[in-house]
């Protein structure tokens, strides 16, 4: 079994797996917990003013704390705990939440309580840990196991012992593959080198997570991490404040790295001379598949610059956060007409305008390897849209699509972009060769469905059957959405063959008798109304084959032959028709 503890963070952090294989969750704070009402301390929010009180609060959050860290006699796959991320604004000053003496037996409680769990999982997220050695003396022990494959301890305050503390658990759990320390400082060189001793000789670590561990200040340490994650596949450098100082470093261990997959740099600043040795580096690796340049002022506008961004081995480039405009978007669609391997491009935020959809779209009808495109948070607007509705149309590779933030209005252009793209309402041979295969997102908020009908759309393009999608968009544009107008006098020339087919889809509407649930849900009908039973009268009184269905086809009935007889005074068999009987006179 598998709890996940804390309130939005567990939410938002939860693994997806099969339904039959996951639990629900234990949730604590604003969700139901059956020990919620066990409270451990001295602190009891009874007792405390009531209102807005900051006493009140501060005894409430120290609550919830406790009742988090109570798992006494509950076997666990992972735990996480996590701090701060409540809907009311917990624990001022900060996203962390503080220690506070009164939960050091809940501390003490949660280790002993894990102590015979074999856990693959573990999450420490905005809480700051007990002072030392308890880390050290009491989590460590019940993480060295050879279970456990994943280890986050997230803006938690780590210092000296706790980081020393992380490479033993390192030497002795072979299993582990993802290790994520981001939000924590990391000041020692002495505790870097344990680190980054204990990364390179683990066999088996995929992926570390260092981002916003304020590696820009100090190239020494940074020096030292790198060098022990030469064996990795990925590696998140992300939000460390890199300059013209540090750049070098990180360009000159990616031009000898050589199983390194992932690579995020996100928030550094490229500059003069660290643009060429970059440039050089992505060139010289053969390995790099994914790169992340979020937030680093590239423009695009030279071509250092566009041959660093735009290489043609990687697979997904994420370039969000930078202002590309006009010139950005030229070179990038430069480079999808090329056809590259990539399958993964982010351009969020990006500053992109209204006139560079053109472009993007022609790009698009030519590249038959992307698969997912995100253009959220640009400038694009309704004029934009039958670019980009004749992009999808001609565009069966695209597999997910986001266009949210931008300034496309409901009732026009979103509502156009989906009906014209996933369900032309032309005719029903444009609604056949629309799009079946791209999840499109307009709004991530899903504002304004109620006149685009996206997530519902998004939601039969997410089948895996073409025909069923087909057969979804053709009912819902004939007689839920009413965007074709239905004539019976269409199917006047149809077979025989394919009207049973057709009698069964005219008496469908979406989302009502289990037709389509799972995609499509059916506003509520008034009692009498049916107008399936109409609309299959129409058809069949409409038909034109109907008469000849019941009339009676040309030529004479053919007579049933007689039976031959034998006759016990004849030596031969004789044919009826030639026998007659005797006379009695």
Known sequence: MKYYLAADYARNQRRERPSEQRNDPIMVGDLPLKQYNYLLGVLNAENQPTGYNPNYR???KLENLQVLLHLEGQETEAVILGGCEYRWGLWNGGRRAPFHEEVRANWEQFARAQANNQLEDFTISDLTLPPAPFFRNQIVPI????????????????????LQGVAEILKKCPTLISLCLKENQIENVDDAKALSSAIAKHKGLFFVDLSSCFLGRNDEILSVLLK??????????????????????????????????????????????CVTLFNK????????????LTSTDITLSTK????????????????????????????????????????????????????????????????????????????FNDRSVPFFADALRNNSTLLSFHMSGNNIKVTSGRKDLIQLALCDPTSLQTIAESNHTCLVTLNSNNNGN??????????????????????????????????????????????????????ELVQQGMGYGKYGREVWK??????????????????????SMMPSLFA????????????KRKHAFAFKEADDEEWTPKSQY
Not at 143 to 162: A, Y
Not at 281 to 292: D, G, I, Q
Not at 522 to 543: D, I, M, Q, S
């Open 450 to 503: 109620y006149h685009t009908h996206e997530d519902k759309f998004r939601s039969i393009n997410a089948l895996e059957n073409e025909g069923q999608k087909i057969r979804y968009k053709v009912i819902a544009a004939l007689f839920t959405l009413k965007t074709i107008e239905f004539d019976p006098s269409e199917f006047q020339n149809i077979p025989l063959e394919l009207m049973p087919r057709l009698l």
């Open 552 to 563: 009676r086809g040309p030529g004479k009935l053919k007579k049933k032959a007689a039976k």
């Open 58 to 60: 501060k005894a409430k």
């Open 143 to 162: 993480l060295q196991n050879e279970t456990l494959m994943r280890l986050d301890l997230i803006h938690c305050n780590l210092g000296s012992s706790e």
């Open 304 to 379: 250092i610059r566009r041959s660093l961004a735009l290489s043609d081995r990687l697979l997904h480039i994420d370039l969000s956060g930078n202002k590309l405009r006009s010139n950005g978007a030229k070179y990038i669609a430069k480079h999808l007409k090329k056809n590259p391997p990539l399958s993964i491009l982010s351009l969020r935020g990006c500053g992109l305008p209204n006139k560079s959809a053109e472009g993007l779209c022609n790009a698009l009808k030519r590249n038959n390897n992307l698969a997912h495109l995100d253009l959220n948070c640009n400038n």
């Open 281 to 292: 580096a992505v060139e010289k690796n053969k390995t790099l598949e994914e790169l992340s």
């Open 522 to 543: 059916a506003p509520v009908r008034a009692k009498g109304f049916n107008p399936c039973l109409t609309r299959v009268y129409e058809v069949v009184h409409g038909w």
């Open 228 to 273: 022990g994650c030469k064996k990795l596949n990925g590696l998140d450098l992300s939000r460390n404040g890199f300059g013209s100082k540090s750049l070098p470093l990180i360009a000159k261990f990616l031009s000898t790295h050589k199983t390194i997959t992932i690579l995020n740099l996100g928030g550094s600043v490229f500059e003069g001379d």
